[in-house]
């Protein structure tokens, strides 16, 4: 890889399923992108699968991973990520996030969940660079871009700020067996949507996609899986001119775009 740049990126991915360590095609594209940026000194992570209210620091030593799935065979449950803590990168998002009334709390003992581990093993197997995972304090839009302004700071720092979700997102019309370009036609049209805002440098109709567009609700019945992508674009709004997509295609029907600002 290589050396860390003076400004690191900020990513926008979708993270799949466990299963997605036996998928023929993601793991290597997930790979290819982490050996193409540089190497971040530490990877600050933001998942979909942690919403919790007052914002919260997840574990700063390596503890045991959150399997946080059910319905998969048990050896999805038997996969480690033993990635090192990264307590100074917790003080200093304390420091940036906090404030007189704005409690930021501690789960020491919170592993990442799968939402983080499961890309992160496929990006950086070696488990070698720290990792933080801070929860989603709100799935309200415009609260989270401001959020990540506020840490945008941290690309000046080595770290590696990553919001993962799904692009779309709804499991009770998962189509099992279809192809990388195979979708129906909601999830499609709201990717293709999805990918022209993001083109357009259209915030604002990001912020308002449920409402703006095609199958909006459809494509997420619930936010979480899109919400990640909103802090990603506050942190890395200084290069919204310069985003692009990395990974598209579809998993089970569902759009993996993933995103690179920076």
């Known amino acids: 890889m290589n050396d860390t740049a003076a400004r690191m990126p900020v990513l926008y991915l979708s993270h799949g399923a466990p299963p997605l360590a036996d998928d023929a095609l993601w793991p290597g594209q997930l790979a290819a992108w982490a050996a193409r940026l540089p190497r971040p000194r530490a990877v600050l992570m933001v998942s979909a699968h942690w919403e919790s209210a007052p914002l919260t620091l997840g574990a700063t030593t390596t503890v045991p991973l959150t399997y946080d799935f059910w319905g998969f065979p048990e050896r999805y ?22 404030g007189p009334g704005v409690p930021v709390h501690d789960a020491p003992g919170r592993g990442l969940d799968h939402g983080a581990y499961v890309p992160l093993a496929e990006m950086y197997p070696d488990a070698r660079i720290p990792v933080l995972q801070l929860s989603m304090p709100t799935l309200e839009p415009e609260r989270l871009l401001r959020l990540g302004r506020r840490l945008a700071p941290l690309r000046d720092e080595g770290v590696l700020i990553v919001g993962s979700g799904f692009f779309t997102h709804n499991l009770s019309e998962l189509t ?4 990388p370009r195979e979708a129906p036609g909601w999830s499609r049209e709201f990717d293709a949507w999805g990918a022209e805002a993001l083109a357009r440098g259209d915030v604002d109709g990001l912020l308002d996609f449920a409402v703006r567009a095609p199958a909006g609700r459809r494509a997420h019945p619930r936010t979480e899986h899109f919400a990640p992508l909103f802090l990603a674009l506050g942190a890395g709004e200084a290069d919204l001119s310069r985003q ?3 990974i598209d295609g579809f998993w089970a029907g569902l759009a993996k775009r993933s995103v690179q600002l920076g």
């Open 77 to 98: 449950s038997r996969v480690t990520y033993p990635a090192p803590g990264a307590p100074r990168l917790a003080e200093r998002v304390r420091g940036l996030l906090g």
């Open 176 to 179: 099992w067996g279809s192809g």
């Open 244 to 246: 692009r997509t990395v």
